[in-house]
Structures are given as structure tokens and as C-alpha cells.
């Protein structure tokens, strides 16, 4: 990913956590990135405090941002073509009788010409549903138009969320593609086609993976465990547990060293007191 967006560097504040970010090189200063982790020469590409680092994806996260960027492309696809479906009806809806005219002029040639390649389309699905389409009152062709149209706008949202890669893009995502899984499942109960069978596919996985790598609606832990595992993989947030560990471990071992030297101060102490100060010897004990 840094071959292709660049590395991104950061200087932050505190000092500590500078030093180690930090590295002196034969070029000259340079900076850890915070995607790959290499030491890059140069300026850093920001600074300021830790907790104001922007975030960076890494690992796992650029994995899934290639994969939630796919359903995006592919919901963007199902805008274009609704909104051609729009188009149409919207043409339709407005010159329905010229249409009507010009199929009906074209029809016989249209036959005489499948005829004689063997195809009849005396009883094509395709031609009853136009035939069909001439049947529809204004109301119906407007209603027809304006759920295209929703449908399109909905699938619009859902790709910009998932592009941004965006929790709320996630979560509209995933409510709005399991609400058409049950319309797919009674399709399929009608006729089993290819296409139909693609996009129910397609639906069923996005949900799932949303679901379960995302941590939505508390799944696995929910938001919670989510921003956990991101900031497990953080290199400013794994640099600040290293230091904390290591003033942890500086700590404990600072009042172990202090209790020995207080056990032996002690102990000296108590042998001071056996013995008199002058140095003459105790009373003796009488011999058996």
C-alpha cells in the first residue's frame, strides 16, 4: 500500500515516544512509517500529540478496505443501471404512444427476421412484458419510476459508505441489503437464474462480512473489541504499551532492589543492638 499511496510519518509531542519513532541515518533524519513500519528519510508527514495521530490501516485493515472498496464498485454498477432503467421509464412514461407506434410499425419486420434464423418470439417473455409495459396506466409508470429511482439512491448511499469505509456506511450497508434478502429468496423460489442467484450471493456475503469482521450490532464484542484489535495493530498505541511495560517492569524492579537494601539495613540494625556498644562481651553463660 505505501508503494502506492506513500508512506505516511508522524512526529509526535511527547518525547519519549519521539525518540522512538525517531532514527539518525546516513541521509539524515527520518521518521517510522506508520503503515509499514519502515524508517523513512525526511520530514515527518505530521506531528503533534499522540492521541491526535490520524489512523492508519494496517494488516488486516487494508485487506478488508480492498474488499468493502469491491461491494462498493459493485453497488455503484447496480446505480448505473437503475438509473438507465429510470431513464427509460421516465422516456416511456412521457412518449408512451410513439414508443407504442414504433413497436408495433417494427414488430412484423423484427418476426419475419427471427423467423427465418428458426427463433419464434410469438410467446417471448421479453415481448409480452413490452406488450405489457403499454398496458400500464400513468399511476403505475409513475410508482415504478420513483421505486427505480429509490432503489438506485439506496444503492448510491451504500457504495459511498462502503467507499469511505465509514461505520455508519457499515451499519447502512448491512441493514439495507438484509432487507431485500427476502424478496431474493421468494425470487428464487420462482425461477432459479443466474443473475438472480449472483446477487443473492453477493448480498449474503457482504451481510456476513460485515457482520463478523466489522463487530456490528455487538457481534464478537462489538465496537468495543473492534477499536481494540485496531489499536492492538497501531504502531503509536504498540509503541506506548512497550513503554508503559518497560516503566512497569523499571518500577517494580526499583521497590524490589529498595526492599533488599531495607531487609540488609535491618538486619544490621538487629546486630548493632546484640552486641554493646563498647565491645566488651555479653555475660557468659555457665558451662554445663
Not at 398496458?135 to 459511498?160: C, D, H, K, P, S
Amino acid at each position: 500500500m505505501c508503494a502506492l499511496r506513500g508512506h505516511y510519518t508522524y512526529a509526535p509531542e511527547e518525547p519519549g515516544l519521539r525518540a522512538r519513532l525517531h532514527a539518525t541515518l546516513a541521509p539524515g533524519q527520518a521518521w517510522r512509517c506508520l503503515r509499514c513500519g519502515t524508517f523513512v528519510p525526511g520530514p515527518p508527514s505530521g506531528s503533534g500529540p499522540a492521541a491526535e495521530a490520524p489512523p492508519v490501516r494496517r494488516e488486516n485493515e487494508l485487506r478488508s478496505a480492498l474488499i468493502l472498496r469491491f461491494f462498493a464498485v459493485e453497488r455503484f454498477a447496480r446505480v448505473i443501471v437503475f438509473g438507465v432503467i429510470a431513464y427509460f421509464l421516465w422516456r416511456f412514461k412521457s412518449s408512451r404512444s410513439s414508443y407504442e407506434q414504433a413497436f408495433n410499425r417494427e414488430l412484423p419486420a423484427v418476426r419475419s427476421t427471427l423467423r427465418a434464423f428458426g427463433f419464434n418470439i410469438d410467446h417471448s417473455k421479453l415481448i409480452g412484458l413490452i406488450q405489457h409495459a403499454f398496458t400500464l396506466n400513468q399511476r403505475t409508470l409513475t410508482w415504478l419510476l420513483v421505486g427505480v429511482i429509490a432503489f438506485a439512491l439506496v444503492e448510491l448511499i451504500e457504495g459511498i459508505g462502503l467507499w469511505l469505509l465509514q461505520r455508519w456506511g457499515e451499519y447502512f450497508a448491512m441493514v439495507a441489503t438484509s432487507a431485500f434478502i427476502p424478496y431474493e429468496v421468494y425470487d428464487l423460489s420462482l425461477k432459479i437464474t443466474p443473475l438472480r442467484l449472483g446477487a443473492f450471493a453477493i448480498n449474503i456475503a457482504l451481510v456476513l462480512y460485515l457482520v463478523l469482521t466489522k463487530r456490528l450490532f455487538g457481534v464478537r464484542g462489538g465496537k468495543k473489541a473492534y477499536h481494540a484489535r485496531l489499536r492492538s495493530v497501531s504502531i503509536i498505541d504498540s509503541e506506548l504499551a512497550a513503554m508503559e511495560e518497560l516503566a512497569l517492569a523499571a518500577t517494580e524492579h526499583d521497590s524490589g532492589h529498595g526492599a533488599v537494601v531495607g531487609a540488609q539495613s535491618a538486619g544490621g540494625q538487629a546486630q548493632a543492638e546484640a552486641s554493646p556498644a563498647d565491645g566488651t562481651p555479653g555475660p557468659r553463660l555457665p558451662s554445663g
